[in-house]
């Protein structure tokens, strides 16, 4: 491929912004040598006192660790008090923003050295990168790379409409398994939000390492039905309504089982708001079948043996019903060819930026 655009979105361009604010707002944060001197002081004033002079190399390196860590509390600190302010600060007056001041934006972002995940991948990809953003035009560069929907919804959709070639990046499929809460995976897709393995053919089994563990058995009992909202990101990109999606769906099901009904919240405070995941552990066989559009969280409920009706393309396509009409017929298939296939269509970090990843989306998505 000779060129790639990297298209930045609205919260991309205020995290780099705010980035640049941030570096100002530290620089005067003194480092200090406090325990390093306390140490240096107590054993120079043994020495005065005619004692031989013995520095101890373990405990000196400890103080030089301790004002280390010191500093870079300070500056924790700081990030955390500004750091969000700035960047939902910055989001509300990026879209006030002259074209000429986007493009001095964009000379600048260029003028930085590449280390953001989606410039990289598209570094593995392409000859040449062009970054831009969504308030001009790039009639010359006929392919993209976008990074999550957010802000990212009307390009998005027209790209899906005109059956553009793009490439997309988000979060991987597993990341829930992660106890650290961190999230190694990241998927990379070619003309779509999300990847839909065929099961048709061969999908290796090396990667099936990588979980820290697999699936239960599918359940064929439980009283409760989990509707999962999705964002109204989601929504706008295929030009829905979060809540008549939802109305219409808790109607069908209301209306054609005698199961209870629970609506999920997408827009709830994250801070606050119980994850689904954790809220399906609770009582997994208390559920009868988990109704998403594409979200993560029909991949959290075939961990846990829930059946799942996914009603737009993804990942869990190919093992789930993929209309509400199928709520009294749910799908209980072997998943053993669909996990080695999940496997094969997510990434880690390094895949993503040594061009692993585009690889292999090529080798078993031909793409």
């Avoid at 010191?70 to 700081?78: A, E, L, P, V």
Wanted: hydrophobic share 35%.
């Amino acid at each position: 491929m000779n060129n790639l655009l990297v298209l930045y979105n609205n919260q991309e361009l205020a995290d780099f912004l705010a980035r640049r604010i941030m570096i100002r707002l530290v620089q005067d944060i003194e480092f200090t040598w406090d325990n390093t001197d306390q140490y240096v002081e107590e054993q120079t004033k043994i020495f005065k006192k005619g004692r031989v002079l013995k520095i101890d190399g373990a405990h000196l390196a400890k103080c030089i660790q301790s004002d280390c860590k010191t500093f870079y509390n300070r500056i924790s600190i700081r990030h955390k008090r500004y750091f969000r302010k700035l960047q939902r600060f910055l989001m509300d007056r990026i879209p006030m923003m002259s074209s000429e001041e986007i493009r001095e934006l964009m000379e600048a972002i260029n003028s930085t050295n590449t280390n953001t995940l989606i410039e990289k991948t598209a570094l593995s990809m392409a000859d040449n990168i062009t970054i831009g953003s969504h308030y001009e035009a790039y009639s010359p560069v006929q392919v993209s790379i976008v990074r999550n929907i957010l802000n990212n919804e009307d390009y998005l959709k027209e790209k899906l409409q005109r059956k553009n070639s793009f490439y997309f990046i988000d979060s991987g499929y597993t990341n829930f398994l992660e106890e650290s809460g961190n999230k190694p995976w990241h998927r990379l897709v070619k003309n779509n939000i999300h990847l839909v393995p065929d099961l048709n053919r061969v999908w290796p089994t090396d990667r099936l390492q990588y979980l820290s563990s697999f699936p239960r058995r599918w359940h064929r009992k439980g009283s409760r039905v989990l509707i999962v909202d999705s964002s109204d990101s989601h929504h706008r990109l295929f030009g829905s309504s979060r809540s008549q999606w939802r109305k219409d769906i808790s109607r069908y099901v209301e209306s054609n089982t005698n199961k209870e009904v629970y609506v999920k919240d997408k827009e709830a405070d994250r801070k606050t708001r119980v994850s689904v995941w954790d809220l399906l552990q609770d009582d997994p066989t208390s559920w009868y079948c988990v109704i998403t559009d594409s979200s993560a969280a029909a991949v959290e409920a075939v961990w846990l043996g829930i059946p799942i009706i996914t009603l737009k393309p993804h990942i869990t396509t190919p093992i789930a019903r993929t209309s509400i009409e199928h709520i009294n017929d749910l799908n209980y298939c072997n998943i053993g060819t669909w996990m080695c296939a999940l496997t094969y269509s997510q990434f880690t970090y390094n895949e993503m930026v040594n061009g692993s990843a585009a690889k292999l989306l090529k080798k078993y998505y031909n793409a």
